[in-house]
T-cell receptor, first 112, second 115 residues
Framework: RKEVEQDPGPFNVPEGATVAFNCTYS??????FFWYRQDCRKEPKLLMS???SGNEDGRFTAQLNRASQYISLLIRDSKLSDSATYLC?????????????FGQGTILTVHP | ETGVTQTPRHLVMGMTNKKSLKCEQH?????MYWYKQSAKKPLELMFV???????ENNSVPSRFSPECPNSSHLFLHLHTLQPEDSALYLC??????????????FGPGTRLTVL
């Protein structure tokens, strides 16, 4: 089983649509969770951290379910500029020295 | 920009060549990382350095040799690579290398092709 598994996508949605990405992780000891965004041929950049209580940043909402080891990202009112690969990222914490484990990514294309 | 720079941005080398990748961070961070991103595969952590000391070697072959002369600079020395080592090599830095999940900031990467 992959340590971090994401919807493979690709997702093709019209501007203004709402789209949701899912992610599961296998290590129950994982402590920190993130969504990164990676544009084509660019480096990954942090989109948002994910907290147990859920958190929202503008059009983006992230949820964490520790019992199910499940993370989600919801994007409302999609913009063309949201087109990118979204990476689910997990940190095992403890003595794992900042070791981030990345999912394979979900490709999102927003079209006019 | 993220404050992490990498050179060169593109590199083509033969299997018998020796080359080095360079990473520099201007953020005052204490931890630096090397990752490998191959086509259609997740990013893979290769090495972690904390205050110039290597704290993680993720089962990387010895043909990859990291060097961290100070907390701002990180090198990846390459020797006798294989074609399957062709990938995007990303450097990242964070304030601390702890498990608390400090944000990691990535450089633009070096796209390596091994012929």
């Amino acid at each position: 089983r992959k340590e971090v598994e994401q919807d493979p996508g690709p997702f093709n949605v019209p501007e203004g649509a709402t789209v949701a990405f899912n992610c599961t992780y296998s290590n129950s000891a994982s402590q920190s969770f993130f969504w990164y965004r990676q544009d084509c041929r660019k480096e990954p950049k942090l989109l948002m951290s994910v907290y147990s209580s859920g958190n929202e940043d503008g059009r983006f909402t992230a949820q964490l379910n520790r019992a199910s080891q499940y993370i989600s990202l919801l994007i409302r009112d999609s913009k063309l500029s949201d087109s990118a690969t979204y990476l689910c990222v997990v940190n095992a914490g403890g003595t794992s020295y900042g070791k981030l484990t990345f999912g394979q990514g979900t490709i999102l294309t927003v079209h006019p | 920009e993220t404050g992490v720079t990498q050179t060169p941005r593109h590199l083509v080398m033969g299997m018998t060549n020796k080359k080095s990748l360079k990473c520099e961070q201007h953020l005052g961070h204490n931890a630096m990382y090397w990752y490998k991103q191959s086509a259609k595969k997740p990013l893979e952590l290769m090495f972690v350095y904390s205050l110039e000391e290597r704290v993680e070697n993720n089962s990387v072959p010895s043909r990859f040799s990291p060097e961290c002369p100070n907390s701002s600079h990180l090198f990846l020395h390459l020797h006798t690579l294989q074609p399957e080592d062709s990938a995007l090599y990303l450097c990242a830095s964070s304030q601390e290398p702890s498990g608390s999940g400090d944000t990691q900031y990535f450089g633009p990467g070096t796209r390596l092709t091994v012929l």
